[in-house]
């Protein structure tokens, strides 16, 4: 088992990462919290493998449980979702000293954790992640959203958990699709740490290879961005690296309009597969369109991440008013 | 003027209480914020007043100002208002580094509070309450909130702004039932501080009193509640203190249905005045069923706080399931 210790300036909390964790969900639980009403949020992909375990978990912990389920995919990430399950809460007589467990990928952490952060202006949270991806991403750093049509994670907040609780054996059940699009992360994290890190991806050749070395390579990228995090709560300075790749990463998602991951989209921006775009009939013009409306734009410019080399980024502002152009001349590089 | 310095665990602001400060805003604005866009949240009552004096004194300091007018009201706490206020500032691309001012009473502060907590994360924020409630209340303490049909404010945050500027020259313009409104605020905060604070109400025997010596009430009730915020941020302590009139006050609100404004229906709470309720027909029961969804519900008991003598609160717990009970006992007490 790995423990990273999160310290901010609001709350100290643990990240356990830890084969099987789940069957030892209501221990861990009852370590943080005391006896209440905890609201599992969760998806219709994930409910039907893990929910009943959670809910037996926490029951036999002495926890009253609520399972609320959405509709798996970003389109959760929605106003009306967060009304949805505030409605339920409300309806279920949620208290401010009750608590909403995460459990799920990236959409359920980012939906749930806002929901924990606005009712009765924040109750506690639990993440459990349950895909590689919100297992390296989503759950260390408190980042809450839900998507606007002008763009993704457009309203959200910075909300801590009280524990994360990260379990690899729950891996095996994902498809390799999802494996890969969550090990687009792990590489992003290699990339900006360098080091023993970036060399021990060598080892991985196939998605197979992932999995046995997932505990390790999961333990390595929270560890990094927990330090970067720590650091920079509310990313405004070098929280920023964390966004290597997302640039292009948000825009080329919303373009492509549900046909790819979040994960595959940061790993496209993350290479710059420059002729990916082209062949889906994206322009540059589009694409930087939709990207003045991210949420690295400060003021008028977009800040970038780039790598001198591994393990050496830096951040790189574009003028909103010159992204086009910019854009371009980086289509055009082969 | 009066400066009272603010100091949470994640900001630091001052709250400034000066005659005619609307006619120094940009001034006093530029202390805190760099050259951005600035959306002055209003509302129907208080942009016609002071809208243009805002824009003018900013846009003179050097921002790029704009209005967004909400209806007067209540109704306003609304998901459907928060949703509005929120595409109004994407599609004006606001970005993190732009800003949110709050320009009117509790309503406005509340609701463009809450948007500017949620928009990007968090975006930066200026209080500027207009009415004597907003001054002494929801202007210090950094609570931001909307509400659901089954109770006021059960959505929100905790966010503290960049600066409140107060000017009690804009009170002349309050009709005295929104004066009286205020005061009932100001007594709550006299009768927990007791003492030469309490004494002082002693020279206010008409509404036409209360103008006079306003600036120095404003300034020793957000003293007091400053010093009490500081002190426990999250309403997890002593800050309950300041909930006192609130728990029946919240329900006489709700059941009122708009005939009672939020500070007389605190001032009701406050002096436990049960024949008002009786005469409006409304039944021990229903007071307390609508309590039952009361944010100061903690696991299954509703906190109270009484005073003992002035200048004596004490927080006091009473179980959810003996509410109702328990204020029978209350009306039946003449």
Redesign the interface.
Known sequence: MTNIEVKT??KQYQIKIMINSLHHLGTLVTKVWCA?QVAVVTDTNVGPYYAKLVTDELTAAGFKVRVMTVPAGEASKS?AQV?SL??QL??A?F???DGVLALGGGVVGDLAG?VA??????IALIQVPTSLLAQVDSSVGG???ID?P??K??????YQPDLVVIDPAILVTLPPRMLAEGYGEIVKCAALVGGDFWQSLHQITSVAAILPAAPDLIAASVAFKARVVMADE??QGQRQLLNFGHTIGHAVELLADGQLMHGEAVAIGLVQVCRLFAAHGLAPQAVAAVM??D?K???TALTWVYLSAVGQPHLYPIAVTDLATWMGDLWSVS
Do not use: C, P
């Open positions: 300036r609001v209440r106003w009304q505030i409605d409300s309806a007589h208290s401010r000293s806002f952060s606005i009712y009765m202006r924040g980042k809450t959203a606007l002008t763009g994670n457009l309203v959200g907040s910075f509310h990313e003045q409306h949420k734009v400060h003021g």
